[in-house]
C-alpha cells in the first residue's frame, strides 16, 4: 500500500513539480516526458495479469458514447465559443486565420503525441493501478481529475489548470463508464482541437 501512495505521489505530484520547479530546462521536453510516462505506464499495465488489456482498443457501444460526447459537446463548446469572442477577441479563431499550417499540424500531432499519453495515464493507468490503495472509482476519478488539472501548471497559467479540472472531469468520467481508452481519447481529441480552434489552446502551450 505505501508502495503505491509513494509511486503515485512520485509520477502525479514530484516530477510535474520538478518539471514546473525546473521549466527553462524542461519546456522543449514536455512531449518527450509525457511520451516516455505514457510508454512507462503501458509497459506497467501490460506486465500485469490483472490489468484487461481489452480496455486498450475495445468500442463497444462507441455509438452511443459518441452521440453522448456530441449532446455534451455541441451546446457548451457553442457557449464557450461565444465567451472567447465577446472576452478575448484577439485570440478568437487566431491560429485557424493567423497561423494555418501551424494549426493544421497541430490538430494532426496532437491527438498522437499528447491525448493518446494522457489517457493512458492519467485514466487507464491511475483507474486500474491505484484501485488497491482507491477503491472507489469515484475517489480515483476525483483525484485523477485534480492531478490532472495540476500538471497543467507546468504552462504558467491558471486558465489551463481550471480547463484541465474540467475536462479531466469530464474524460474520467466517461472512462468509468465504458472502461475504454479509445473512447476517452477521441473525446479527449476532439475537446482539445476545439480549443485550439477558437484560441484557448494559447493557454496550452508554454509562453515564449
Not at 510535474?16 to 520547479?21: M, R, S
Not at 491511475?126 to 501548471?153: C, E, M, N, Q
Amino acid at each position: 500500500m505505501a508502495k503505491l501512495w509513494s509511486e503515485l505521489i512520485l509520477l502525479f505530484v514530484v516530477i510535474p513539480f520538478a518539471v514546473l520547479y525546473w521549466i527553462k530546462h524542461f519546456a522543449n521536453y514536455l512531449m518527450p516526458i509525457l511520451g516516455v510516462m505514457g510508454l512507462c505506464c503501458l509497459a506497467i499495465l501490460l506486465a500485469d495479469k490483472q490489468f484487461k488489456r481489452i480496455k486498450l482498443w475495445h468500442w463497444e457501444d462507441y455509438r452511443t458514447h459518441l452521440k453522448s460526447t456530441l449532446r455534451l459537446f455541441l451546446p457548451w463548446a457553442s457557449l464557450l465559443a461565444l465567451v472567447v469572442y465577446f472576452f478575448k477577441p484577439e485570440l478568437f479563431l487566431h491560429w485557424p486565420m493567423n497561423q494555418p499550417w501551424m494549426w493544421v499540424a497541430t490538430l494532426l500531432i496532437y491527438p498522437l503525441v499528447s491525448v493518446i499519453p494522457q489517457e493512458i495515464i492519467f485514466r487507464t493507468y491511475f483507474f486500474h493501478r491505484y484501485k488497491r490503495i482507491l477503491p472507489s472509482k469515484y475517489a480515483r476519478w476525483a483525484l485523477s481529475t485534480f492531478l490532472f488539472g495540476l500538471a497543467h501548471l507546468v504552462y504558467g497559467n491558471w486558465i489551463a489548470v481550471v480547463i484541465s479540472w474540467i475536462g479531466g472531469g469530464i474524460f474520467g468520467y466517461r472512462y468509468m463508464q465504458t472502461n475504454s481508452t479509445p473512447v476517452v481519447v477521441i473525446e479527449h481529441a476532439i475537446w482539445g482541437s476545439f480549443l485550439f480552434t477558437i484560441g484557448l489552446g494559447s493557454y496550452l502551450v508554454i509562453a515564449s
